[in-house]
Every structure is written in C-alpha cells, then in structure tokens.
C-alpha cells in the first residue's frame, strides 16, 4: 500500500487528490497541509483520515488547528519547518505538491532529498527553481511525476518512446473565459468574469492566470525542465473544447496526443498510481458527437502572459522568478479588486524591465529577489 503526504490538501488540486484516494481506499494518507485558510476544510481531512502531520504555514492557525484537534492524535506543525517536516516523512513513498505559489519549493527540496517520489502539481517549483530541481532529482535517484493536465499528457504520450528524439510539444490552451476578445474588452472585464473559466474548475488565482494566458506561458517554462528540451521545441495551440490535452511529435512527423475530458482526476490518478492506470468514473469521451476538434493560434498580441513568460524563459537566470514572482502579486491585487484586469500585464513588464538577470541563482537568490519583488509592487501598488 502506497503511503502519501499532500503539500496544499484543501486547495482544489488537494482536494481532487483526496478524492482519489477516497475511491480507491489503498492508499494511506499520512500528512495533509494547508497555508493557513480552509482550516475548516483541513479538520474535516484530519478527523476523516487520521493523519500523523497536519501542517499549517500560519502559526496563528495553526494554533487554531491545534485546538480543534486536540481530541485526535493528529500531530500540527507550523510555518517552514512545518512544512518540512511533512516532506520528510518516514514513511511516505510520495509527495504531493498541490501548493500555489513558490512555498512550495523548500518542501519539495527537502522530500527529494528525502527519497520521495513528486507527484508535481505546483509550478512555481520548476518555473522558478527548474535548474535545481531536476539535477537534484536525478541525484536522488527520484522520479518526478508531472499532475497539471498538460504535461500529464506529455508524460502519457512518450511512454514507450524512451529514446526515441522528440521534434516538438504541442501544449494545448483552452483560450479561457476571454478567448476572441481584443484589449479594449478586456479593459473592461471583472472577476468574476475572469474566473468564469468555460471548461475547468480550478482555484481562483490558475483560473486568473488561465485567463492572461500566463498560465500557459508557466506550462511552457515548466515543460522545458521536465521533457530536457529547448525552448524552440515547444509550440502552444488553442484547443477551446479541452479535448486535446497536449500533444508530442517526434522527429518521423509522428504526432502523439492524449485525449479526455476536462477532468484533473485523471492526471491526479495517474501520477499516483503510475505506470498503473485504474478505473475512473465519470463523464466519457463520446467520439459520435464530437463533429470537430478545434484549433487555433494564440492571441499573443492581446493576451501577453504568454510572450512574457516565454521572454523570461529566454532571459534566464533570476528572471523567471521575476515574472512569476510579479505574477502571483499581481494576481492578488487584481482579486483584491485593487487594479484592472489589462494592470496584470502592466505589473509584469514594469517587474522585467525593473529587475536585472541573474545567471544561474542558488535557492537563497531566488527567495531574495522574489522578496525583492513583491516588495517592490506592494510599494509602487
């Protein structure tokens, strides 16, 4: 029986996962976490499953918590350590990092070097720290198992292909809540229009980046360190049904594509279970009602996030944590109802022009300019 621990439980990635685990009832759920809201949510895991480790990043919740649970043998840690201690389980064979935002990367340092298997799903952790991690991994001898929809798909689409050289990765985008409009509608969207996603139920700020499209542009970044290739190599499309959820061709003109609903269990599932694939209930593909699978270029002239992660990614260096680091503030002022929706893009590109590169940064330079960063915006925002 596999024995798990979940960096962000209550988020919705946390959340899916937990349900996965409920309906298979094999594997042992062994440390659950959360930054410090939802602890409702989090009491509910605790009280259901019994974990060794609730973690909780707040110590004032997790105080909270620690009341609350005081009644179980469920033992609650706090801040970094906390979340530390959690990656470094005993008796945990994997690791899932369902976390938002670069929090996640101490955690997923510390499981690696402990022998976990990731089960990635936090992409601050390679977008921001890529040229870290996978050394480290491969060190370690662990296996980093791709969660996010896309790279999932990637993941699926080159088993059996070991050795064989891959030509191109198709990345596919919904287009999100947006696609088709120009900036001077998007000057005027809110969000609750921006977090009207047409195909997938995710949290707040993926459904945000989802909109800018620079979710995708992450996915880019992220897709560089986990298939070992150049940034030339990956191509994003617009898939509007969400059918298509990535796709790879190698270097014969074979073009290799993962199909399904819209459903993060699945990739969830098979990242846990992997290289098994179990039953899944839920909605089908029904092949004799889909009349044509759509595709489009992406609108990089109106949605920016793209061109500008991409342009990070070819800075290098510091500059990806820049652009995330600008991202996520961003993003927050923006749900905050404290700027517009076209600000997002503004924030960004102020951050990048701002910020020099730094080649090649150890995680301490990371953390720093990610500091200097939000700070930066909070002071000029």
């Excluded at 389980?89 to 690791?95: A, L, V």
Aim: aromatic fraction near 6%; charge should be negative.
């Amino acid at each position: 029986m596999k024995t798990i621990a979940i960096l962000g439980s209550t988020g919705s990635i946390g959340r899916q996962t937990i349900d996965v685990i409920r309906k298979n009832g094999d594997i042992t759920l062994a440390g659950i976490s959360a930054a410090g809201h939802h602890l409702d949510e989090l009491e509910k895991q605790a009280r259901e499953f019994r974990p060794r480790i609730a973690a909780v990043y707040d110590e004032k919740a997790a105080q909270d918590l620690r009341v609350r649970l005081a009644d179980t043998d469920v033992t609650v840690v706090s801040g970094m350590d906390g979340m530390i201690a959690l990656a470094e389980m005993p008796e945990t064979d994997c690791f899932v990092t369902a976390i938002v935002g670069m929090i996640g990367i101490r955690p997923t340092m510390a499981a690696i070097r402990a022998g976990k298997d990731i089960a990635l799903a936090n992409k601050e952790t390679l977008v921001t720290a890529g040229h870290l991690i996978m050394p480290l991994a491969a060190e370690y001898g662990v296996r980093i198992l791709p969660v996010d929809s896309e790279h999932s798909a990637i993941f699926q689409c080159l088993q059996g292909n070991e050795g064989n050289r891959i030509y191109r990765l198709l990345i596919t985008a919904s287009g999100g809540p947006f696609r088709g409009m120009k900036k001077d509608q998007l000057a005027h969207m809110t969000k609750k229009d921006a977090l009207n996603h047409p195909n997938w139920s995710m949290g707040a700020k993926i459904t945000i980046d989802s909109a800018t499209l620079v979710n995708k542009g992450l996915e880019v970044m992220e897709a560089r360190w986990l298939f070992g290739v150049q940034l030339d190599q990956i191509e994003v499309l617009v898939q509007p049904q969400s059918i298509i959820h990535s796709m790879v061709e190698f270097q014969d003109g074979a073009v290799m594509a993962q199909l399904g609903t819209p459903d993060m269990r699945l990739p969830i599932q098979y990242a846990l279970y992997y290289p098994e694939r179990r039953g899944l209930t839920g909605e089908r593909l029904d092949f004799t009602k889909i009349s044509a699978i759509h595709i489009e270029e992406p609108d990089t002239d109106t949605f920016e996030g793209l061109p500008l992660a991409v342009r990070a990614a070819r800075a290098g260096g510091s500059m990806p944590t820049v652009m995330n680091a600008a991202n996520e503030e961003a993003v927050a002022l923006f749900l905050a109802d404290q700027i517009r929706f076209l600000d997002i893009y503004k924030i960004i590109r102020e951050s990048m022009e701002r910020f020099p590169v730094i080649p090649d940064p150890d995680l301490e330079t990371i953390l720093t300019v990610e500091s200097d960063v939000r700070r930066s915006i909070r002071e000029r925002w």
